[in-house]
């Protein structure tokens, strides 16, 4: 691929900017201790890494960023637009100003952005919260008067806690109160595999299992369970749900598939999803809810308050809800983090096409379903590449194991382990201090870690995107190696578990 000359928005001073008052965080030199990567895999064959590097402010530090399962780095065009946003801003749905009808303009049309990348039918079966986890918690008290006494949920154990603690609350801790008992079940995953047991999560549905939850893709283990396989058991329960289907709901947290992986939620017919922009290039603050449409115009929302009600449709003994999306907007939502995520996401088309091709970066123009998907599997396909070396590589680290799918088989772009002989939060600090962001701990994957007996219950993780090269992956492994001492290094036995 051809390289490209200039920054998407026109602005060069950025990568300057930070050059100057970078600092340079002591980086590990590039590994060659182990053999050549097969050449038959070409990791950026696709891409003009250089030039999408030269995107980002943080390159310029010398940072390895390896935590992007926990969040991603913003590119610099959102930093530019950003400020332009913020000129000339105004509250939406809430003045007669040029400012606050552009602004409100700029906010639906994001909503239609969202929409768009999922292929959702329209922008009515998008909500936006603060984050995947407040999106749970949304379905859950939405939910949570329609629970029978006697009904279950069931989850997984690969579940994040975002996916899990909201259903222990609303069975163990809310129900109870108002006298209903609902049972909480979770299927388990195979130890040494981490796939999703399809069988025991057969036996835990049954008709009264109102909603099944699941996530798209662990952000320990790298586990993608099969969705489709998952909808055929909760179509077969037969429970009544009060819109008169005969199946249980679907909740498909897809906070670590949205980013790396094609997300059609009519085709994989989910009935809610939820992901989060900050794990997808975009600034922290906004979290997506895809819901169906007619779930969403039954439910009751999550907030009430105002812009969620009808306009003048106010009174003492009657409130009527505004019309989707916004009857789920009470209050001021966050307006600029919209924008910035929905301009985001065209950014990463920009990103990955081929040059010369039209932008959507800034324009309004409609994003067919095509566009993303080769987007989404190109971005699949570096992240996959760079994960299966680092696979590849880390396997070589003696006292080493790794947990999830074995390689090969279909993972999301992480890679959790532990070495023997040494805490993991340990490991990650020494990592650091090569430059190299690794992230340990359970990473809010507690049922997952306890399963395995891992004591304390925690694990290293490396973790890619986009922005990613080769590079990164094999400084961060020679960075494992290095500290752990097994290339011959000095090792601080106060380190050492
Ligand atoms: N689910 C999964 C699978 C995650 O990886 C995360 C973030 N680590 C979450 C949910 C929660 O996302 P957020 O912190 O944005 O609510």
Sequence with gaps: MKARACSLDGHRDGGDTAKESGTQMNPVNSADRWSVYPPSVNLESEFDIDWIRSQFD??????????NAASTQAPLPILHLTREVLRDYENVHRGQSQASQSTTMRFELAYDTIAAWINAPSRRNIVTYRNTTEAHNAVMYSLMTEFRDGDNVVTTMLEHNSNYVPWYALTEEILPRFGRRVERRLARFDPVTGALDLHHLTSLVDERTKLVCCTGASNFLGTKPPLDIVRAIADASGYVQPTGERRSLMLVDAAQLVPSTYTDVQALDVDYLSFSFHKMLAPFGVGVLYGKEHLLDHSLPFLFGGDMIAEGQVSPDLVEYNELPWKYAAGTPNIVGVVQSAQTLRLMIDLTADPGEASFFRSERPIPAHVVRRSMERIGRHTHGLTARALDRLSAVPGITIYGPPIGVVRSPLVAFNVEGWNPL?????????????????????????????????SCRLSFALYNSTDDVDRACAAVLDATGRDGGSVSRSLRL
């Design 58 to 67: 943080f390159v310029n530090t010398g940072r390895i960023v390896t935590n």
């Design 426 to 458: 340990d490991l990650a600090t020494e990592l650091d201090s090569r430059g190299v962001e690794a992230r340990a701990g359970c990473h809010c994957a507690t049922l997952a870690h306890h399963s395995l007996g891992l004591d304390p219950p925690a």
